[in-house]
Nanobody, 120 residues
Framework: QVQLVESGGGLVQAGGSLRLSCAAS????????MGWYRQAPGKQREMVAS???????NYADSVRGRFTISRDNAKNTVYLEMNSLNPEDTGVYYC??????????????WGQGTQVTVSS
């Protein structure tokens, strides 16, 4: 089993910053791509940012230049630094990771989600 545990969400005023963290644990051999998704009320889940095992990052147009994704492979942790937040960034943020298990199988895991609320 692989667990992804997020932290760092909360309430912030527009223009503020938050940092999300997601730590993976369990019987995993290697973590491949990691990413952050978000879901606003009444909307579909969308990709916010992703990062490969060699730290190549990709961002949604709506957050590029404001958000930064990073990872610490030694800690099996991915981070999302969010700056210049606006109310449109409000939603539940989910961590995602593609994991290679010791069996050789690939597991696509999700965290439980952490709420980010940006007030105007």
């Amino acid at each position: 089993q692989v667990q992804l545990v997020e932290s760092g969400g909360g309430l912030v005023q527009a223009g503020g910053s938050l940092r999300l963290s997601c730590a993976a644990s369990g019987s995993l051999f290697r973590i491949n791509d990691m990413g952050w998704y978000r879901q606003a009320p009444g909307k579909q889940r969308e990709m916010v940012a992703s990062i490969t095992s060699n730290r190549r990052a990709n961002y949604a147009d709506s957050v590029r230049g404001r958000f930064t994704i990073s990872r610490d492979n030694a800690k099996n942790t991915v981070y999302l630094e969010m700056n210049s937040l606006n109310p449109e960034d409000t939603g539940v943020y989910y961590c995602n990771a593609g994991v290679t298990l010791y069996s050789g199988s690939i597991y696509n895991g999700w965290g439980q989600g952490t709420q980010v609320t940006v007030s105007s």
